[in-house]
């Protein structure tokens, strides 16, 4: 079973400041199967990016993922108020796992 | 529209059984993956397993193998997460998903259905 170790547990920013959320593998994700959602309180998970680097339909430019391999990251550009949430990676190959999760807070 | 529509909240006692259900709209259901994943109280999401409804071909994650069962009505569109005996630690909000297994994420979530187990 692949496991996904995220960084930092949490990360303290203020609106218009760029968030870099980490994302690492135990084994190599196949064909690069791996996706970030974005949860916020009381409500299912959204997803983000898919394959590593593509944006889902109608999520802002301002989400960019890349990575391969072992290391991917979530970048956040200018961080607007509604992006303040949790995000989980997910490799969604034929034994999905997920990371632990990574909390944006408002500084 | 793609729906993925859940039972409702639950309250039970240790050693009870649970059948939980996800119905879906929109899309061909038998042939998209249906997945669980758990949500235990402030903590991350969890995979569980996940099933094809066309031919009930199912999946478990190693930690949840022999804990729960999945299985589909694909005559009713209707996915199932079941337990035979349940835990205070199957406390937790339970997500169905579709897809998110073998090469596709998971691109729609039920609402969840909140399982609280206590004596």
């Known amino acids: 079973e692949i496991v996904l170790t995220q960084s930092p547990g949490t990360l303290s920013l203020s609106p218009g400041e760029r968030a870099t959320l980490s994302c690492r593998a135990s084994q190599s994700v196949s064909s690069n199967f791996l996706a970030w959602y974005q949860q916020k309180p009381g409500q299912a998970p959204r997803l983000l990016i898919y394959?590593?680097?593509s944006r889902a339909t109608g999520i802002p430019d301002r989400f960019s993922g890349s990575g391969s391999g072992t290391d991917f990251t979530l970048t956040i550009s200018r961080l607007e108020p509604e992006d303040f949430a949790v995000y989980y990676c997910?490799?969604?190959?034929?034994?999905?796992?997920f990371g632990g999760g990574t909390k944006v807070e408002i500084k | 529209e793609v729906q993925l529509v859940q039972s409702g909240v639950e309250v039970k006692k240790p050693g009870e059984s649970l059948k939980i259900s996800c119905k879906g709209s929109?899309?061909?259901?038998?042939?998209?993956?249906i997945g669980w994943v758990r949500q235990m109280p402030g903590k991350g999401l969890e995979w569980m397993g996940v099933i094809y409804p066309a031919d009930s071909d199912t999946r478990y994650s190693p930690s949840f193998e022999g804990q729960v069962t999945i299985s589909a009505d694909k005559s009713i569109r209707t996915a199932y997460l079941q337990w035979n005996s349940l835990k205070a630690s199957d406390t937790a909000m339970y997500f169905c998903?579709?897809?998110?297994?073998?090469?596709?994420?998971?691109?729609?979530w039920g609402q969840g259905t909140l399982v609280t187990v206590s004596s």
């Open positions: 394959g590593a680097s």
């Open positions: 929109g899309y061909s259901f038998s042939s998209s993956w």
């Open positions: 998903v579709r897809q998110g297994f073998g090469g596709n994420p998971v691109d729609y």
């Open positions: 997910q490799q969604y190959g034929t034994s999905p796992t």
